[in-house]
C-alpha cells in the first residue's frame, strides 16, 4: 500500500514537484517514529512486564499519555518556529506541507502510544489493523487527489498526514479493556529510561531517514531528492517486512527478562539474529537482480537507478535490522543508555562516509551503510556483555519448567549444578 500511494504521486507529479513530498515523508517517519516510538517501546515494555506479574496498567497508559502531550508540544513549537527554513529549502513554498508536518506529528503521538498499549498487552491483531487502515486510506485518498487534478505535493502530505488519525480510530473500535485498573506507577517506571531511549530513537530515525533530506540539501537538483527516495524505498522492503516482527520482540524479551528466563532469551535472540541476517542477504541480492525492474513499475523511467545504488541501500538496509534487534535485546536487558550510545557512534560513522568521495548518491549510501553496520556492532557487544552477566547471575535459568521450590531442592541437592 505504501508503495502504491508513493508510486502513484511520483508518476502522477514527475520527479521536480514530487521532491518536497520525498521530504516531507521522511521527515515525518524521521519525527514521528524517532520521537514517539521511544514512548511505544517504553510503554509496551512496562506494560509486558506488569502484564507478566499480574498487574493492572491502566495507571501506566496515562502517565504515557501526559509525557507524549509534552513533547508534542514541543515539537510542535519548533515545526511552526522554523516554517520559513522549512519553506525555502525543503517544501518549495508549499505551506500545506508545514500544516501537514503538524498534522502528523499530533497524529503519530497518538498512535504510538495506542500501538505501544496493543503491543503490551499482546493485541497484535488491532496493531495490523492500524497499518491496513492507514495505508489503505492513504491509497484512496492519493486515487481521489489524481482524479481531481492535484498536481502539487501539499494535497498529497495533507492526505499523508490525516490517513493515521483515521485509521487509529478505526483500529481501536473494537478493543475494550485497554487500561485495566492497578496499583499506582512510579513516573520512574517510564522516565527512568525514556531519556536514553529517545536519544537512541531520534538517532536510529536519523540513520533511516536522513538519506533522502541530505540529497535535498547536498545535491544540485530537486529531482535528486525523488529518485532517491524512490530506490530507497524499494530496496526497504525488508525493513517494512520486519516492523511485523519488531512489534512483537521487545514486549516478548521484556517478559522473558521479566521472569529470569535469561537462556531461552539468548535462544531467541540467536534465532532471530539468524533469521535477520537471512533476510538481509536476500534483501541484497533481490536489490541487485529486480530492483531496477521495480522501480520502472512502480514510479517509471524517470526514477532509474544503478544497480550498485540499490545494493548499497539495501546492505544499509540489512545492517540496520540487525542493530535495531540488538538494540530490542539490549532495551530489554535495560540498556537503553548503552543502546543510544550505539545509534550515536553509527551517526558520526555516517557524517565521516558522506563527507568522503565526489559521487553524491556513493557517498550518502556509505554513509548509511557505515552508520547501520558500526550502530548494529558496537550495540551487539554491548548486549552480549549485558546478557552474559545476567546468565551469570541467574545460573537456573534453563530450569523454566520447575517451580521455585523444586529449584531450591536442586540447589540443596547439587549446588552448582
Not at 341 to 359: E, N, P, S
Not at 398 to 410: C, M, N, R, W
Request: net charge negative; charged share 15%.
Amino acid at each position: 500500500m505504501a508503495f502504491a500511494f508513493l508510486g502513484l504521486a511520483g508518476r502522477t507529479l514527475g520527479t521536480t514537484p514530487y521532491a518536497p513530498l520525498a521530504v516531507f515523508w521522511s521527515l515525518i517517519y524521521l519525527l514521528g517514529p524517532g520521537f514517539f516510538l521511544p514512548l511505544e517501546q517504553e510503554v509496551s515494555r512496562s506494560l509486558a512486564n506488569r502484564w507478566a506479574r499480574g498487574l493492572g496498567v491502566g495507571t501506566l497508559v496515562r502517565q504515557a499519555g501526559q509525557i507524549g502531550a509534552g513533547v508534542t508540544i514541543v515539537l510542535v513549537a519548533i515545526t511552526a518556529v522554523c516554517a520559513p527554513l522549512l519553506l525555502d529549502h525543503l517544501f518549495d513554498d508549499q505551506v500545506l506541507i508545514v500544516l501537514a508536518l503538524i498534522l502528523a506529528i499530533v497524529g503519530y503521538a497518538a498512535v504510538h502510544l495506542a500501538r505501544g498499549t496493543l503491543a503490551g498487552l499482546g493485541r497484535f491483531k488491532g496493531y495490523s489493523k492500524y497499518y491496513l487502515y492507514e495505508n489503505t486510506i492513504r491509497v484512496a485518498a492519493c486515487l481521489v487527489l489524481i482524479a481531481l487534478g492535484a498536481d502539487t505535493a501539499g494535497p498529497y502530505a495533507v492526505a499523508a498526514s490525516l490517513a493515521p488519525w483515521l485509521a487509529l480510530v478505526f483500529a481501536l473500535r473494537n478493543e475494550k479493556d485497554l487500561g485495566s485498573d492497578g496499583p499506582p506507577a512510579d513516573w520512574r517506571e517510564l522516565e527512568a529510561a525514556l531519556g536514553s531511549l529517545l536519544a537512541a530513537s531520534v538517532l536510529t530515525a536519523f540513520l533511516l531517514n536522513a538519506g533522502v533530506v541530505a540529497i535535498e540539501l547536498l545535491g544540485d537538483d530537486s529531482k535528486e531528492a525523488s529518485i532517491f527516495l524512490a530506490g530507497l524505498f524499494v530496496s526497504r522492503v525488508p525493513v517494512f517486512l520486519f516492523q511485523a516482527v519488531q512489534a512483537a520482540l521487545l514486549p516478548k524479551l521484556s517478559a522473558l527478562a521479566g521472569a529470569g528466563r535469561f537462556h531461552e532469551f539468548r535462544d531467541r535472540l540467536r534465532r532471530l539474529l539468524g533469521a535477520v541476517g537471512a533476510i538481509g542477504v536476500l534483501g541484497v541480492v533481490g536489490a541487485a537482480i529486480v530492483g531496477p525492474i521495480v522501480i520502472d513499475i512502480v514510479f517509471g523511467d524517470d526514477y532509474a537507478l544503478d544497480r550498485i545504488d540499490l545494493v548499497l541501500m539495501a546492505a544499509s538496509s540489512a545492517a540496520f535490522m540487525l542493530a535495531v534487534a540488538v538494540g530490542q535485546a539490549l532495551i530489554a536487558l535495560e540498556g537503553q543508555s548503552r543502546v543510544a550510545l550505539g545509534w550515536f557512534i553509527g551517526v558520526l560513522a555516517f557524517f565521516g562516509a558522506v563527507a568522503l568521495g565526489d559521487d553524491l548518491f556513493l557517498r550518502v549510501e556509505a554513509g548509511l551503510t557505515a552508520g547501520s553496520a558500526v550502530a548494529a556492532l558496537v550495540i551487539g557487544f554491548m548486549a552480549r556483555d549485558r546478557l552474559h552477566g545476567r546468565l551469570q547471575a541467574h545460573p537456573h535459568t534453563l530450569l523454566t519448567e520447575i517451580d521455585d521450590a523444586e529449584i531450591d531442592e536442586v540447589d540443596d541437592e547439587d549446588n552448582g549444578e
